[in-house]
């Protein structure tokens, strides 16, 4: 019987050795040879009549090391799993303590496996421990600054006779010599100019004097410290901008467009609210807070997780077998990372991921938390109906429904990442009900800047 014995360097590193006897190999690799002869064809022999020495003498060493192979993997998978192996990652073979293959001379082998283990450990998930959940407060500034907003998106430009400082510039620029004359396959491009963005305040104020047919030799870099804005205004590539510096450009104003904001009136509330529950400023704003309120919700949810991690992170204090998982990253990456790149991707956030995988696995056992197929359907249909919302499209119906579901769940990736979300939820819920969570009520801004210190 094959002797396959574990030794632990301590409560993280260890070693899973396995001795093969040659009488335990050798049988597998003689049976494969006896497969190859039965469908080898070669020259001067009919199909399957080539002699066994032949065969053994051309295929010797890959069957034998194919039969090992599939000996050592098997018997290694089912030690790991009948003892229920709490490891990390796949064993990496360590060649250094193995007793390897004599092609010449078949012996007995021994083949070492390095493991990493996974910590044991408790989790306590109480009231005891207190949690911030922070309601966002709607101040009547930002509901103000939201209703104008809307009037703005919503309103139009219409021809004015004098610039306000918040107005566009309709024009044409010109590239122009020292004379401010044309110059010849110069740059000429219509374009628009924001007051309001125009980096320079002189030629703000220049600008702003303008009347229609009038110009003003303008240097772009004056007009705006954005590249991307300044090339748009000319109409060249951004790479043709880089090479503007020095040259003088005309500006000849052709019109100035005010916005005039939106009334807020029914048909407009209609057209932004079809389902006819927005009547009114005041619905409106009802509507706004709610809005708001809704979308802070989801970043508060993501706050509350952040903290829960770093605290059961920091509470259960968590070691790894650093070394192995290193040279575990090294023998998987596929993008030929060097050692040290490895190293400085496990210090710098690997190893914390880890220990939150083992935290979040623990919770998901002692809590029995599962997620099953009809789940799964129903907020892939979730998904697949407010993709219809959004783009303002009726119920798809059942048989539809139903199609667009069966060729979602045929991939696997997609529903990979449906499964992981509905996880996350039930673990959020169970945070809210096992923890003592303090609400607090804070402004938009107060929770930008929580958010931005942690």
């Not at 001795?19 to 040879?33: F, G, I, N, R, S």
């Not at 125009?198 to 004097?209: A, I, M």
């Not at 968590?318 to 998987?332: A, T």
Request: hydrophobic letters at 35%.
């Amino acid at each position: 019987m094959m002797n396959i014995k574990e030794e632990r360097t301590d409560a993280l590193n260890g070693s899973i050795i396995i001795d093969l006897k040659t009488d335990e190999y050798l049988p597998q690799v003689e049976k494969a040879l006896k497969d190859q002869q039965k469908k080898a064809s070669m020259p001067g022999f009919r199909p399957g009549k080539v002699p066994f020495g032949m065969i053994k003498k051309a295929y010797w060493k890959p069957a034998l090391v194919e039969e090992v192979n599939k000996i050592v993997s098997e018997s290694l998978q089912n030690y790991i799993s009948e003892k229920k192996l709490k490891i990390f990652g796949n064993p990496l073979p360590n060649n250094e303590k193995s007793r390897l293959f004599n092609f010449d001379n078949p012996a007995d082998l021994s083949f070492v496996f390095d493991v990493g283990y996974a910590p044991e450990f408790q989790l306590d998930i109480s009231q005891e421990q207190t949690f911030k959940y922070y309601e966002i407060k709607v101040t009547e500034e930002e509901l103000a600054h939201a209703v104008e907003n809307i009037t703005k998106r919503n309103g139009k430009l219409v021809d004015v006779e004098v610039a306000g400082e918040h107005d566009l510039l309709h024009g044409i620029f010109t590239e122009v010599d020292d004379n401010g004359n044309a110059v010849e396959n110069g740059i000429v491009s219509h374009a628009d100019v924001a007051l309001a963005r125009v980096k320079d305040d002189g030629l703000r104020n220049t600008l702003s004097l303008l009347k229609k047919g009038e110009h003003v030799i303008a240097d772009p870099e004056k007009l705006s410290d954005n590249a991307t804005d300044r090339a748009a205004m000319l109409g060249i590539t951004k790479e043709q901008e880089e090479t503007i510096a020095g040259r003088k450009f005309k500006f000849e104003l052709e019109a100035i467009k005010h916005l005039e904001p939106a009334e807020i009136n029914e048909e407009l509330l209609n057209n932004m609210y079809p389902a006819g529950d927005v009547k009114n400023l005041e619905d409106l704003k009802k509507k706004i807070e709610a809005d708001i309120k809704k979308y802070f919700e989801v970043e508060s949810e993501r706050k509350l997780k952040n903290d829960v991690v770093l605290e059961l992170l920091r509470i259960s204090n968590l070691s790894l077998p650093d070394e192995f998982l290193k040279r575990w990253m090294l023998n998987i990456n596929e993008e030929g990372a060097t050692k040290e790149q490895i190293d400085q991707e496990y210090e710098n956030g690997y190893r914390e991921g880890m220990k939150w995988q083992l935290i979040e696995n623990k919770i998901i056992t002692d809590h029995q938390i599962h997620v099953n197929d009809e789940e799964i359907i129903e907020e892939i249909k979730k998904d697949i109906l407010r993709q219809f919302e959004y783009y303002g499209m009726s119920d798809p119906g059942a048989e539809l429904m139903q199609s667009m579901v069966t060729r979602f769940l045929q991939n696997k990736e997609d529903v990979r990442k449906i499964t992981d979300r509905l996880y996350d939820k039930k673990i959020l819920a169970l945070y809210k009900e096992k923890f003592n969570i303090q609400k607090i009520e804070v402004t938009q801004e107060e929770f930008y800047n929580l958010a931005a210190a942690q």
